[in-house]
């Protein structure tokens, strides 16, 4: 690369990584909700990476470059987490979900120390990032129905052809790197592409939306108004007395047609109204007060635990068996252990 190239990248990068840290120093001061703390690692993650990719960064940054380094390395993990806590609406950080990032530090490490084996591990890397960021596109398009906020709805799409972009014009200068010896003229377009991600999430985070990432400024569920009133008590009968909730697979249009509404007035009742930013914890919610009371039920006490989960709307027993331990913070039979 020439020296204007060089000044160029150099300036771009520079741009990406002060937006991205602004956005870590504003997704992290709203409270340590499970999304604002991977969020605001991941985009600390994202600045690293932008200044490592370019030698010349790299070089200036002195003592700070192995900080640097551990976070780039392990940034598809952490994209990985903050996905799944942003997407997910956990209600608890689990530091499981940082494992993969883990997993990607362990083995830059070690391909750093055995030169030998470096470009086999780095291989390796690459896939196992390519791999997550794969589930995480699945996550974000396979959620896309049963999220109940509005604002989050809109981020899926752009956030998955920025995400798909990325990932191409990084893994083909990874591989050129490996087994071509440079990528450089990839380089700049992979830094335009970083200042435009930087720049979006910058447009969405910066406002800090307590709907996307939850904390103390999140707002309570509303009082519901009189115009939504009769939908709520036509909702609250499809719940208390038909049941519904334990039709298997149940989706919030088929919910809507059912009562009569436009689908967005009913995710617009649920979610601003009622409190619940997800359809399926919606009700999940139904689901584990019936299962918790048939459990305890010493007539049940033979009764198969899948049998249960099919009972109350599961399609299968893994996804019973997480909705039960988010909610109840134990494993259906400890439960009925614990009711015997």
């Known amino acids: 690369m020439t020296e204007g190239a060089i000044s160029a990248e150099l300036l771009v990068r520079g741009a990406a990584v002060g937006v991205f840290v602004l956005t870590a120093i504003r997704i992290g001061g709203g409270g340590p909700t499970p999304a604002r703390v991977s969020g605001a690692v991941f985009t600390l993650a994202a600045a690293a990476h932008t200044l490592t990719q370019l030698p010349a960064a790299w070089n200036a940054m002195g003592p700070a470059a192995a900080a640097a380094w551990?976070?780039?390395?392990?940034?598809?993990?952490?994209?990985?987490?903050?996905?799944?806590?942003?997407?997910g609406d956990n209600r608890r950080l689990a530091l499981a979900r940082f494992l993969p990032a883990v997993v990607l530090l362990a083995i830059a490490i070690v391909a750093r120390v055995y030169d030998g084996a470096a470009r086999p591990l780095w291989l390796v890397h690459?896939?196992?990032?390519?791999?997550?960021?794969?589930?995480v596109l699945a996550v974000i398009w396979t959620g896309r129905r049963d999220d109940l906020v509005e604002a989050r709805r809109r981020l899926r799409r752009p956030l998955l052809g920025v995400a798909a972009i990325y990932t191409l014009i990084l893994a083909a200068v990874q591989i050129g790197e490996l087994y071509l010896g440079s990528a450089s003229s990839l380089s700049f377009l992979a830094a335009v592409s970083l200042l435009a991600l930087s720049l979006g999430s910058g447009l969405v985070f910066l406002r800090d939306d307590?709907?996307?990432?939850?904390?103390?400024?999140?707002?309570?569920?509303?009082?519901?108004?009189?115009?939504?009133?009769?939908?709520?008590?036509?909702?609250?009968q499809a719940l208390d007395e038909e049941e519904v909730w334990r039709e298997e697979g149940l989706t919030i249009g088929a919910l809507a047609s059912r009562l009569g509404a436009a689908e967005h007035h009913l995710r617009r009742l649920i979610n601003e109204d009622l409190g619940y930013r997800n359809f399926a914890a919606f009700l999940n919610e139904r689901r584990i007060?019936?299962?918790?009371?048939?459990?305890?039920?010493?007539e049940k006490s033979r009764v198969a635990i899948s049998t249960v989960a099919y009972d109350v709307g599961f399609r299968s027993l893994a996804p019973f068996n997480r909705a039960f331990r988010e909610i109840t913070g134990k494993t259906p039979s400890d439960w009925r252990r614990m009711a015997r």
Request: aromatic share 6%.
């Open 289 to 298: 007060a019936a299962a918790q009371v048939a459990l305890a039920d010493p």
């Open 210 to 236: 307590p709907q996307l990432l939850g904390g103390r400024s999140s707002a309570p569920a509303r009082r519901v108004g009189a115009r939504d009133e009769p939908l709520r008590q036509r909702l609250m």
């Open 126 to 135: 690459n896939l196992i990032g390519a791999v997550l960021m794969l589930h």
């Open 70 to 87: 551990v976070l780039s390395v392990a940034g598809a993990g952490l994209f990985w987490a903050f996905a799944l806590e942003l997407f």
